[in-house]
T-cell receptor, first 114, second 113 residues
Framework: AQSVTQPDIHITVSEGASLELRCNYS??????LFWYVQSPGQGLQLLLK??????LVQGIKGFEAEFKRSQSSFNLRKPSVHWSDAAEYFCAPGASGGYNKLIFGAGTRLAVHP | KAGVTQTPRYLIKTRGQQVTLSCSPI?????VSWYQQTPGQGLQFLFEYFSETQRNKGNFPGRFSGRQFSNSRSEMNVSTLELGDSALYLCASRPTSVTDTQYFGPGTRLTVL
């Protein structure tokens, strides 16, 4: 069965510091992968997605992610974090056989210190 | 284009009651999915509708049901509410292709007392 792991439940960084959020997946084939962000009390906003091609994907708000097949990872990065990036981040591979079904990781809650 | 809208945004019910939540997808989107978000279980897929047909279903009891209308608007219904049904219910829509992105609404916060 497909699964996704976000090992870090909480991360705290200082404003201006770099950020990397980890995501590992278990899949039978190359998945398509998404990162979403959720601010308190809000729905989910897509940051970026990977379907095929270039393994380094650029997203909104200065985020990027790199698909590494050999490590089954799709880590999210940002070179310089802003206070407004404080939110919860979800990695979500698409499920085979039901392409509209996303399997979400547990999420990583990001806090940003001024 | 307007985004995905969900009504109501907040709802309080008591155990044993039933509830209906509504989702209006982005114009032109034919697929609607529903997710439940709770602190303990995280985000879990409920079901997906495409062209008025349920195409995919998650692992939830039969008390959870849904439907989609010809204009792609969707409703989900939960009967015989339990305390554990308290959650944020999110609706997402996408056009048609399997590679299309899902766009999420703001959710309906259901509290069961």
């Amino acid at each position: 069965a497909q699964s996704v792991t976000q090992p870090d439940i909480h991360i705290t960084v200082s404003e201006g510091a770099s950020l990397e959020l980890r995501c590992n997946y278990s899949y039978g084939a190359t998945p398509y992968l998404f990162w979403y962000v959720q601010s308190p009390g809000q729905g989910l906003q897509l940051l970026l997605k990977y379907f095929s091609g270039d393994t380094l994907v650029q997203g909104i708000k200065g985020f990027e992610a790199e698909f590494k097949r050999s490590q089954s990872s799709f880590n999210l990065r940002k070179p310089s974090v802003h206070w407004s990036d404080a939110a919860e981040y979800f990695c979500a591979p698409g499920a085979s056989g039901g392409y509209n079904k996303l399997i979400f990781g547990a999420g990583t809650r990001l806090a940003v210190h001024p | 284009k307007a985004g995905v809208t969900q009504t109501p945004r907040y709802l309080i019910k008591t155990r044993g009651q039933q509830v209906t939540l509504s989702c209006s997808p982005i114009s032109g989107h034919r697929s609607v999915s529903w997710y439940q978000q709770t602190p303990g279980q995280g985000l879990q897929f409920l079901f997906e509708y495409f062209s008025e047909t349920q195409r995919n279903k998650g692992n939830f009891p039969g008390r959870f049901s849904g439907r989609q209308f010809s204009n792609s608007r969707s409703e989900m219904n939960v009967s015989t509410l339990e305390l554990g049904d308290s959650a944020l219910y999110l609706c997402a829509s996408r056009p048609t292709s399997v590679t299309d992105t899902q766009y999420f609404g703001p959710g309906t916060r259901l509290t069961v007392l």
